[in-house]
């Protein structure tokens, strides 16, 4: 069984930064596409930024040149760093990552993770 676990949430001000991190664990598996995704209050869950396994990366335009997505294979780890924030990026933050486990390709998602940008 694979899990995605997720830390550094919390409450910034505008302008301010966070790094949250998603660590996958389990037994005898290969992370494929690793991304962050996010949903504000009463909209739908958006992709903010994937990370492949063979090195591209995407962006959505509202986060473009503000957010660094990051990952560490060895350790199965992504991570977001979050620069210059601003209210409208305040939203429960999702990790999600497909996953070869035992030759099938599955997707995984963490629990979520808050963050508050104060204007």
């Known amino acids: 069984q694979v899990q995605l676990v997720e830390s550094g949430g919390g409450l910034v001000q505008a302008g301010g930064s966070l790094r949250l991190s998603c660590a996958a664990s389990g037994s005898s598996f290969t992370a494929n596409t690793m991304a962050w995704y996010r949903q504000g209050s009463g909209v739908q869950r958006e992709s903010v930024a994937t990370f492949t396994r063979g090195g591209s990366i995407n962006y959505a335009d509202s986060v473009r040149g503000r957010f660094t997505i990051s990952r560490d294979n060895a350790k199965n780890t992504v991570y977001l760093q979050m620069d210059s924030l601003k209210p409208e990026d305040t939203a429960v933050y999702y990790c999600?990552?497909?996953?070869?486990?035992?030759?099938?390709?599955?997707?995984?998602w963490g629990q979520g993770t808050q963050v508050t940008v104060s204007s």
């Open positions: 999600n990552a497909d996953i070869w486990v035992g030759g099938r390709l599955n997707n995984y």
